[in-house]
């Protein structure tokens, strides 16, 4: 059974940190790309970031570069998403994909080629 269950999330004011984790199970992990997307308050699913299944390459949404870095332990079957000066704008439910292109040397940011979700984390930023 594929299972990818995220945990982390919470509540913290503008200026703090988190850090996301996402744990897989029932697929394989180290030959595949990973991504993070968010859902905010009636918007649609956006691209957060994604990292190569090496860990090698990884890519950012423009909102979040410099604040937000994406990183994996295959060993433990498990992708991260530390979150630094946080933005009430960060606030979203935060899910973690698996992209089943094994031949994929480059993460993708669309999310159509993403495969299986995690149920979702929430993360909510006070002013």
């Known amino acids: 059974q594929v299972q990818l269950v995220e945990s982390g999330g919470g509540w913290v004011q503008a200026g703090g940190s988190l850090r996301l984790s996402c744990a897989a199970s029932?697929?394989?992990?180290?030959?595949?790309?990973m991504g993070w997307f968010r859902r905010a308050p009636g918007k649609e699913r956006e691209f957060v970031a994604a990292?190569?299944?090496?860990?090698?390459?990884?890519i950012y949404a423009d909102s979040v570069k410099g604040r937000f870095t994406v990183s994996r332990d295959n060993d433990k079957n498990t992708v991260y998403l530390q979150m630094n000066s946080l933005k009430p704008e960060d606030t979203a439910v935060y899910y973690c994909?698996?992209?089943?292109?094994?031949?994929?040397?480059?993460?993708?940011?669309?999310?159509?080629?993403?495969?299986?979700w995690g149920q979702g984390t929430q993360v909510t930023v006070s002013s």
């Open positions: 990292i190569s299944r090496s860990g090698g390459r990884t």
């Open positions: 994909a698996w992209d089943p292109r094994r031949w994929a040397t480059v993460p993708s940011n669309e999310l159509a080629l993403y495969d299986y």
């Open positions: 029932g697929l394989t992990f180290s030959r595949n790309n």
